[in-house]
């Protein structure tokens, strides 16, 4: 069992060793003014309409990742936290913004020029059923990106799949398998196998528990938690689910259409929020959310087909003033590692 | 009992595939009693939609449906013809369902939605045939109850123009029109964000208290059941395994699978240091174990589990528990 | 989903869908014989035959025999598996090309699926069989020109199906998987998202020849395609027609051959059309 852990492990030593001009320092990834949009309209219809051209999905995002960081992007449906996760792994194009990994900027790298970089950036989708190839064995999904980044020579493929699986908790028999044979658990464990056998510096995981059954959410939280502690790995984990971030990140981002409006280390974030959003989440979890009384959040939510200027949460704000009608708050710093979004947090 | 609004004993529902029947949900019994939310908790595939279904007659045609008493305010719901069952359905038995949109004819404002069901209530009784009259008045009533305070404004709107948490609204809306005396809910909070999710739970609980009626509510969140409803029912692989008072199985559950169930869903409202895992998965319906259906994931398993199912045993405190622990029953 | 169904559930389910068996029993058939029977046959396909000049079906020879006195159930076999050869070259290379331009399409966009698109709608506003004739006239006569005018006229339908199908499965989790690992994009195309669109295309195809082969037959009929004394389902209904009324059975029995063959074909398309159709799984499934 430490034998197949020694050679992941010499294997994250020798990913360290290949990024050592790197300042250790420097975070693994700094997301900075990110912005993607989407095409609402288009032609005839985009002239005639009074409404944007464009949906902002992820509106001039910034934050930093450090190594072995779990950061967890927190928001609701619509809210722009699966966008940035794609974006960061290029499967959507940004608009404006810079993503460095490693002192390196990847925004507007080739195809070609990114590959060196892929092993670096993993991904765990939602679905596990849909993230793997239906045609292709566990073994093949598996196979695929040990010979495609040439991580060991082709006659330890084998063995290097079976480390993977067992490190996931499956036994190697699954190899053979397709994925329709197997369950949404032990499917989200192959994905999770594949992603870490590229001996990624960042997994982007994608609301990896939020359609697998109640009673198996915990195996697989607990396998996030123990191999980003085995490897040291950084996660960028995205859930609409706060007691589930609280679990696994060590910071937590909270996102509102778009809009990251605060941002701070888990526990402060749980015990001392600031942004009126955050607090009404808050309001919804934790020891206090156990009964339905206590304040409520009045108002509709932003509609940003429509709407364009002015704080996202200004319709459903207990706090606001007149300028937060006209413009979206810029972040800033109150404490080291706590930057919020919003004009008026020091009356709370 | 005699407060009882609705009776569910010994309920079965099995669909046919290619000639034979495959059982999803076995030995039912519950009773919703009026002016109490009970919960039917569940992970997906325990059959909790299906018992709702059941109960509400609106499963597909290959389903088969068995029970030994199905009753709704002493009448005998098994017996009941199509169409009266369809009569009393969105009347005096009312439901709201996960997906409002698919609720509404989208070519349609939302006031031809009041109107078509303040006219059906008219044909009911005088009482209700003058508020459908002056529907125009009660709905814009209506909708402020739901939360909804302009409500001539979105009378004159579309569906597709509605929120998700308006629309839920405006759907509560119409089955209030009747003052049924029971709600079936199957997870209606589901597409919601969490604000507007506890808006809605809510507007529910205060609904219920309101009407005084008897309200089922299907949801797999624990902390959504924690909240709103007086007893739930717990149901694993198609049978419930433990039905009590809320608060009685939030501090001290029976069953093996709601105390793991529990510890790994609750214990993340406080800060925890390492989940506790129910190992294994769900079983498939197809290939269900000779006894105990939880007993292959359990930690107290033992021979007698695997020896035959285990019954419904009364644990006193008005708790009943399907597990060889608490005796023989 | 239609696009993520195997072979394997195909065919087990092909054996329950009685059009589909029925299809599938016909073209084994007529591909068994036209693979064996010649073989058996104790005649040449051109071998004339001056002292049996037109008979009518016998024992010795069950279709008769031509003006030539070739034996006719001998040449229909030939000329059957000459029509076949020449549509399956012909659809393979449209069906091949079309695929390619449909992915591409689909997965590359931009300017490639603007051009490439309105290049399909051109060649589809024209009726296949005048599109065929148009193409023979501008390509010449041969039977090489015949497979490229089958290919021509194919492509359109492929490299819609291909862009439809792709559409969907490029959104698909595993392919955004296969991006992320670093997959380059034609390896993405061949190895993620070509075995998935397989299945229907593999039925365009199936409806596609026997379509096909009536464009050989049409073509050849008219003379521009295969010429005599090569046989081919076309030439000899063409031979055949101009005796019509001293030896009839020339051109019926080849005639009936071919509906056979194309009868075959088209079952076991729309037998394979209603497996992989969604809805109608959908419904069974239910």
């Known amino acids: 069992m430490w034998e197949e852990g020694a050679t992941f492990a010499a294997s994250c030593m020798a990913m360290v060793e290949k990024a050592a001009p790197v300042d250790k320092n420097t975070p693994l990834l700094s997301v900075r003014d990110l912005l993607v949009r989407f095409k609402l309209r288009d032609g005839l219809s985009a002239a005639l309409s009074r409404g944007p051209t464009y949906l902002k999905a992820v509106d001039e995002v910034s934050f930093d990742i450090g190594r072995g960081e779990v950061l967890g992007l927190v928001g609701e449906s619509g809210s722009g936290k699966t966008t940035i996760g794609k974006a960061i792994l290029r499967l959507y194009e940004p608009q404006s913004g810079s993503i460095v990994v490693n002192g390196v900027d990847i925004t507007r790298m080739g195809d070609r020029a990114l590959k060196r970089y892929r092993r670096d950036l993993q991904m765990v989708f939602q679905d596990p059923l849909s993230s793997l190839n239906p045609r292709h064995t566990v073994r093949t999904s598996l196979r695929t990106p040990l010979l495609l980044h040439k991580i060991c020579p082709p006659s330890e493929v084998e063995k290097r799949i079976d480390e993977a699986l067992t490190r996931s908790g499956l036994s190697p028999v699954f190899k053979a398998r397709y994925p329709h044979e197997l369950s949404g658990g032990q499917l989200q464990r192959v994905a999770i196998a594949r992603a870490l056998t590229m001996s990624p510096g960042l997994v982007v995981a994608d609301e990896p528990v939020s359609k697998l059954d109640v009673s198996v959410r915990a195996q697989i939280l607990n396998l996030f938690k123990d191999l980003q502690t085995k490897f040291g790995i950084s996660i960028i984990f995205i859930t609409h689910d706060l007691r589930v971030a609280r679990y696994l990140c060590h910071r937590i981002g909270v996102m509102y259409f778009g809009k990251l409006v605060e941002i701070a280390p888990v526990e402060e974030l749980f015990t001392a929020p600031k942004h009126p959003y955050t607090k009404a989440l808050l309001g919804t979890v934790g020891a206090e959310g156990e009964s339905l009384d206590g304040a409520q959040v009045a108002g509709e939510a932003f509609n940003p087909a429509a709407d364009t200027t002015g704080c996202r949460y200004y319709a459903r704000c207990p706090m606001r003033v007149d300028r937060c009608k006209t413009a979206h708050p810029p972040m800033e710093t109150i404490k080291s590692g706590h930057d919020i979004a919003c004009y008026e947090w020091r009356r709370s | 009992m005699s407060d009882a609004t609705l009776t569910v004993r010994n309920l079965a529902t099995g669909f046919k595939m290619g000639g034979r029947v495959m059982n999803v949900v076995r030995e039912v019994n519950l009773e919703v009693r009026k002016g109490e939310v009970l919960g039917l908790i569940g992970e997906s595939g325990s059959g909790k939609t299906v018992t709702g279904m059941s109960i509400l007659r609106l499963l597909p045609d290959n389903a088969v449906t068995e029970a030994d008493t199905l009753d709704f305010l002493g009448t005998d719901l098994l017996s009941l013809s199509a169409e009266r069952f369809r009569e009393m359905r969105g009347t005096r038995l009312a439901m709201v369902f996960q997906d409002p949109v698919g609720a509404f004819n989208p070519s349609k404002k939302i006031s031809w939605h009041l109107k078509q069901v303040f006219e059906r209530a008219g044909t009911k009784s005088p009482e209700h045939a003058a508020r459908a009259k002056n529907w125009r008045q009660a709905s814009i009533k209506l909708l402020a109850d739901v939360g909804i305070p302009h409500g001539a404004n979105v009378m004159r709107q579309y569906p597709h123009q509605l929120s998700g948490g308006m629309l839920q609204r405006t759907l509560i809306a119409l089955v209030l029109v009747f003052e049924p005396d029971l709600i079936v809910a199957d997870e209606p909070t589901t597409n919601l964000d969490n604000i507007v999710e506890r808006q809605i739970l809510r507007l529910f609980r205060d609904l219920q208290k309101r009407l005084d009626c008897g309200f089922l509510y299907v949801t797999h969140d624990m902390t959504i059941a924690a909240m709103l409803c007086d007893r739930i029912a717990v149901m694993y692989a198609g049978s419930i395994v433990e039905i009590g008072p809320t608060k009685q199985i939030f501090s001290d559950p029976k069953h093996p699978y709601t105390q793991g169930l529990l510890a790994s869903a609750l214990a993340l409202d406080t800060k925890t240091e390492r989940l506790q895992e129910i190992p294994g998965e769900l079983p498939n319906p197809g290939n269900l174990p000779p006894g105990c259906l939880f007993e292959p994931r359990c930690k107290f398993a033992k021979a007698e589990c695997r020896a035959k199912p285990p019954a419904m045993t009364d644990v006193g405190g008005g708790r009943n528990v399907r597990c060889v622990l608490y005796g023989h029953g | ?286």
């Open chain 3, 1 to 286: 989903m239609a696009t993520a169904t195997t072979f394997g559930t195909v065919l087990r389910e092909l054996r329950q869908n009685r059009v589909a068996a029925v299809g599938l029993g016909i073209t084994t058939f007529v591909l068994l014989a036209i693979a064996i029977g010649p073989s058996l046959s104790p005649y040449d396909p051109s071998m004339m035959d001056f002292t049996a000049i037109l008979q009518p079906p016998s024992w010795a020879h069950p279709f008769g025999t031509n003006s030539f006195g070739m034996d006719v159930l001998t040449r229909v076999l030939y000329g059957a598996r000459n029509s076949l050869l020449i549509s399956i070259v012909g659809v393979v290379l449209g069906g091949g090309l079309g695929t390619l331009i449909g992915m591409t399409s689909a997965y590359v966009g931009r300017w490639f699926d603007a051009i490439a698109m309105r290049f399909v709608d051109l060649v589809f506003s024209f009726p296949i069989f005048v599109l065929a004739l148009m193409l023979m006239l501008v390509l010449g006569f041969g039977v090489q020109n015949v497979i490229v005018a089958i290919a021509i006229v194919y492509i359109p339908n492929f490299a819609r199906l291909a862009r439809n199908t792709t559409m969907i499965v490029k959104s698909e989790p595993y392919v955004q998987a296969a991006q992320v690992m670093g997959q380059s994009r034609i390896r993405i195309m061949v190895r993620e998202i070509l075995p998935n669109i397989a299945a229907p295309l593999f039925v365009q195809f199936t409806v596609g020849l026997a379509f096909a082969i009536i464009i050989e037959a049409g073509l050849s009929f008219l003379g521009l395609g295969v010429q005599p004394p090569t046989p081919s389902l076309g030439v000899m209904m063409a031979d055949g027609k101009d005796y019509f009324h001293r030896g009839p059975w020339v051109l019926t029995l080849t005639g009936l051959a071919l509906m056979v063959t194309i009868l075959g074909l088209n079952l076991l398309g729309d037998g394979l059309r209603d497996l992989l159709d969604p809805r109608l799984r959908r419904r069974s499934a239910a």
